[in-house]
Structure formats: structure tokens, C-alpha cells
């Protein structure tokens, strides 16, 4: 019950783009919030950006303000990052995650994950 699978990642040069990709299914409730949180090696998984469900608002950390945006397409159940200006410091792990409610900032608020996907920025 619940599933999301993120895809997209990949190896990028310093100031190119990325799109993520993540597919949802079976979520027992409608219109959640769609976050996007990324893992560095050595760190922990921190919030990136989220979309509302209801409201369509957009929350984004600090680090990726006026870089990263994010959108979804209800008829395809998808959620998508866009990633430009990618810089080495957004190496890291990228999951993409569900919730009731209005998106927050903290990991254990979310009760659904995606496997991850890799995106590796080189200088």
C-alpha cells in the first residue's frame, strides 16, 4: 500500500539540469504533499522541497532557492523535480515522499518513501 518510485538521477556537469522524476500509487488518501529530501554521503537526509497537494504551494530549503522547482501531473499520479544550476554540493542521494496535510520540513513527518535516485554533479 503506498508506493513511490523516483527516477531521473544521474551524472550531470556543475551548471547543468536534472529532472526527477516520481510515480505515486496507491496512497490510501488524495492530493498529499509531494517533498523531495536528498541524502549526502556522511550526512543526513535533509528536506529539499515540497509541493501542497491542496494549495500548490512550494517550500524550498535555502540551498536550492531559484534552482530547483517542483511540479506533478495529477492524471499521471507523477511528481517531478527540476533541477538547474546543479552545483557538486547537490551530489547526493534524492527521494522523493508523501504525506497527509501540508508539507513540512521533517523526515519522520512522512510515512511514505521512495527507493531513491542518485544524482552525482561533477566540477
Known amino acids: 500500500q503506498g508506493q513511490l518510485a523516483e527516477s531521473g538521477g544521474g551524472l550531470v556537469q556543475a551548471g547543468g539540469s536534472l529532472r526527477l522524476s516520481c510515480v505515486v500509487s496507491?496512497?490510501?488518501?488524495?492530493?498529499?504533499?509531494l517533498a523531495w529530501f536528498r541524502q549526502a554521503p556522511g550526512k543526513e537526509r535533509s528536506f529539499v522541497l515540497g509541493?501542497?497537494?491542496?494549495?500548490?504551494?512550494?517550500y524550498s530549503a535555502d540551498s536550492v532557492k531559484g534552482r530547483f522547482t517542483a511540479s506533478r501531473d495529477i492524471a499521471k499520479n507523477t511528481g517531478s523535480l527540476q533541477m538547474n544550476s546543479l552545483k557538486p554540493e547537490d551530489t547526493a542521494v534524492y527521494y522523493c515522499?508523501?504525506?497527509?496535510?501540508?508539507?513540512?520540513?521533517?523526515?519522520?513527518?512522512?510515512?511514505?518513501w521512495g527507493q531513491g535516485t542518485q544524482v552525482t554533479v561533477s566540477s
Open positions: 515522499a508523501a504525506r497527509v496535510g501540508i508539507c513540512v520540513t521533517r523526515e519522520s513527518d512522512y510515512g511514505y
Open positions: 509541493l501542497d497537494g491542496t494549495t500548490d504551494n512550494t
Open positions: 496507491e496512497l490510501p488518501f488524495s492530493n498529499p504533499c
